[in-house]
Each structure stands twice: as C-alpha cells, then as structure tokens.
Nanobody, 120 residues
Framework: QVPLVESGSGVAQVGASLRLRCDTS????????MGWFRQAPGKEREFVAG??WIGSMISYADSVRGRFTVSRDSLQMNSLKLEDTAVYYC???????????????????WGQGTQVTVSS
C-alpha cells in the first residue's frame, strides 16, 4: 500500500493555478515534515517546497518562491510556467527535524507521483 497519495494533477495553461493534495491517511505514526519534489523528463528529482510540523518552518526552491504555497496537506501552485511541467511527489519524514529537509534523503515515505503539465 502506497503510504502517501497525491491528487490534483492536470493540465493547465501558462499563468493558471493548480492545487496538489497529499493524502497521508494510509500512514500510521508521526509526521515531522512534508516535502514536495518534482521530476521532469531526463532530469533529477528536485526539491520544490516543504514544511515542518514543529515550528512550521517553510522552505521553497528559488524557482517557485512567490508562486507556490505549501501547507501541511497541499501545494498551491500559481502563475504556472512551462518549466513547472513535471511529475510531482509528496514525501514525509517521521523523525524530528528543526529545518525543512531539501534532499530526497531527508524523507522516508513517498507518494507515487502525479503529473502536472503546463501548456502555452
């Protein structure tokens, strides 16, 4: 059973908005941080945004800061650009961290990914 399930995928035009959600109900145990990553074809998976449960620390990649907003269960994506096209993954961490992990190794539960396509 996949521990995390993303939803909200779709096709959007440049400048439009999409909201991705991460369902963690299949997981048991504590969550201390949630991160969103994305992977475009031929590229490595990269950090997009994340939030910690204790202290509500938030971090964004430079490429999305000011356009994306992360919360404990979703990623709001505004002013979408062509380069935002990718498979988006949510991930959670079950051990304490004071800061938002920005690498894939900082998380131990992952969703299966959801496609976001931005068209002109």
């Amino acid at each position: 059973q996949v521990p995390l399930v993303e939803s909200g995928s779709g096709v959007a035009q440049v400048g439009a908005s999409l909201r991705l959600r991460c369902d963690t109900s299949a997981r048991t145990g504590s969550t201390y941080a949630m991160g969103w990553f994305r992977q475009a074809p031929g590229k490595e998976r990269e950090f997009v945004a994340g939030i910690t449960w204790i202290g509500s620390m938030i971090s964004y990649a430079d490429s999305v800061r000011g356009r994306f907003t992360v919360s404990r269960d979703s990623l709001q994506m505004n002013s979408l650009k062509l380069e935002d096209t990718a498979v988006y993954y949510c991930a959670t961490r079950d051990t304490y961290t004071p800061l938002v992990p920005t690498t894939t190794g900082g998380y131990n539960f992952w969703g299966q990914g959801t496609q976001v396509t931005v068209s002109s």
